[in-house]
C-alpha cells in the first residue's frame, strides 16, 4: 500500500506545471526571425486580367526586418501592383505555401486542443475604402491526400497597419490526421477593383498551429495573444472589431454591434444616414439605439451601434449561430440623385471573424 501511494506521488505534476505542446509547421517557418523557413509564393489571376492593367500583378516577398516580434524580427509579405483601368471582373490571387511537415499531435498522440494564429498588418487601406477587396484565408493542405482543413475563413485583409493577432482557439481535436503530412497554405485575393487604384500589401507573421494535451494557450509561444501591441481577446473571449467591417456582419464588443454603412452610388454627392439594427425587416424591434451619420457616395464607413440592454443575452447567443439574424436598416437621405431611401441589410452576429 505505501509503495502504491509513492508511486501516485510520483506522478502527481508540480503545482504550476504547463500542459504538453507542439507547434506547426514549427521553427523559422513559424517565426520568420531570420529567413522564409521554406515558404514558397504562387500567383494566379482570374477573370478580365490583364495584370498592372485591368488587375494587380501579385507576388510574395520575405522581409527580414520589422515583423511581429520588433525590429530585428523577419516577416512574409504579399503586394498588389497599381491598376491602370478598373476591372469588376478580375481577381489576382497570390497564395503562400508552407513547407511540409508530419504533424504528430502531442508527441505521436491526438490533442486535447488544437488551435491557429497568425500575425497580420495591412496596406490596403486606401484600396478597400475605394471599393475594392483584399481578402485572405488560411487552409491546412493534406500531402497525403486525405481531407484538407480550413483554419482560418475568408475575410478581409482590414486596414489596420499595425500588428494583430488573428485566431481560431477551438479547431477539432481530431480535425488534422496524426501521421499524415501536411503544408499550410495562405491565400490573399484581391479584386473587385471599381476605380484606378494604386497598390498595397498585407504581412503575415508567427504562423502556428498549436497541439496541446491540456488547455494550453493557443499563442504559439508568442505570450499573451503576442504582446507588441497585437490585439487580443478581452476577458469574455471576443476580439476588438476590425477597422474595416465586412460586409453581411454585425461585429459585437462590449455591448456595441459593429456594422458597416454605405452609401450607395444612387445617392450623390453624400449620404446622410440614420442607421438602426432591428430583429427583423418588417415590423422588427430595435436591438440598438439608432445612430446619424455621414458618408461619401459609394464608400462605407465603420459605425457602433449600443445594443439595448434588454438584448444583449440574446446577441451572445446569436453569435454562436451561423445564418443571418438580424437586419440593418439604413434611412437615407440625399441632395441630388435618388434623394430618400431605405435599405435593408440582413446581418450575421459575430464576436470574431474567424470562428
Not at 520589422?66 to 516577416?75: I, M, P, W
Not at 478581452?234 to 467591417?245: C, E, L, N, R, S
Not at 436591438?287 to 451572445?316: D, E, N
Amino acid at each position: 500500500m505505501a509503495v502504491a501511494v509513492l508511486l501516485a506521488l510520483m506522478f502527481v505534476p508540480p503545482p504550476g506545471a504547463r500542459a504538453a505542446s507542439e507547434t506547426y509547421p514549427g521553427g523559422n517557418a513559424t517565426t520568420f526571425a531570420t529567413g522564409a523557413g521554406g515558404w514558397t509564393s504562387t500567383e494566379d489571376y482570374d477573370g478580365l486580367c490583364v495584370q498592372s492593367v485591368t488587375c494587380p500583378a501579385v507576388a510574395g516577398e520575405f522581409r527580414a526586418t520589422g515583423g511581429a516580434e520588433g525590429v530585428g524580427d523577419g516577416f512574409i509579405r504579399s503586394t498588389a501592383g497599381p491598376t491602370s483601368v478598373a476591372a469588376l471582373l478580375s481577381t489576382s490571387v497570390q497564395v503562400w505555401n508552407g513547407p511540409a511537415f508530419t504533424y504528430r499531435g502531442v508527441s505521436g498522440a491526438k490533442p486535447a486542443s488544437l488551435t491557429f494564429s497568425l500575425f497580420k498588418r495591412s496596406g490596403y487601406q486606401e484600396l478597400i475604402q475605394a471599393g475594392a477587396t483584399a481578402n485572405y484565408s488560411v487552409t491546412a493542405v493534406n500531402e497525403s491526400g486525405g481531407a484538407n482543413r480550413v483554419l482560418l475563413e475568408k475575410g478581409t485583409v482590414g486596414i489596420n497597419e499595425e500588428w494583430e493577432r488573428a485566431a481560431r482557439e477551438a479547431i477539432l481535436a481530431d480535425s488534422l490526421k496524426v501521421g499524415d503530412e501536411y503544408s499550410i497554405q495562405i491565400r490573399t485575393e484581391v479584386g473587385d477593383l471599381a476605380a484606378i487604384l494604386p497598390g498595397g500589401q498585407v504581412d503575415y507573421d508567427n504562423v502556428s498551429l498549436v497541439a496541446s494535451d491540456g488547455a494550453g494557450n493557443g499563442n504559439g509561444g508568442n505570450g499573451n495573444n503576442g504582446g507588441n501591441g497585437a490585439k487580443g481577446a478581452d476577458g469574455t473571449g471576443a476580439f476588438p472589431p476590425p477597422k474595416v467591417i465586412p460586409a453581411g456582419v454585425a461585429y459585437l464588443y462590449r455591448g456595441k454591434l459593429f456594422v458597416r454603412v454605405k452609401c450607395p452610388k444612387r445617392f450623390k454627392p453624400k449620404c446622410k444616414v440614420r442607421a438602426v439594427v432591428k430583429t427583423k425587416r418588417r415590423k422588427g424591434k430595435a436591438i440598438t439605439r439608432q445612430i446619424r451619420t455621414k458618408v461619401k457616395s459609394k464608400r462605407f464607413k465603420s459605425r457602433a451601434l449600443k445594443v439595448k440592454p434588454r438584448y444583449r443575452k440574446r446577441m451572445l447567443r446569436l453569435s454562436k449561430v451561423n445564418q443571418k439574424t438580424v437586419t440593418l436598416k439604413l434611412r437615407i437621405k440625399s441632395r441630388r440623385g435618388k434623394k430618400k431611401g431605405t435599405i435593408f441589410h440582413q446581418l450575421k452576429v459575430r464576436r470574431n471573424l474567424n470562428r
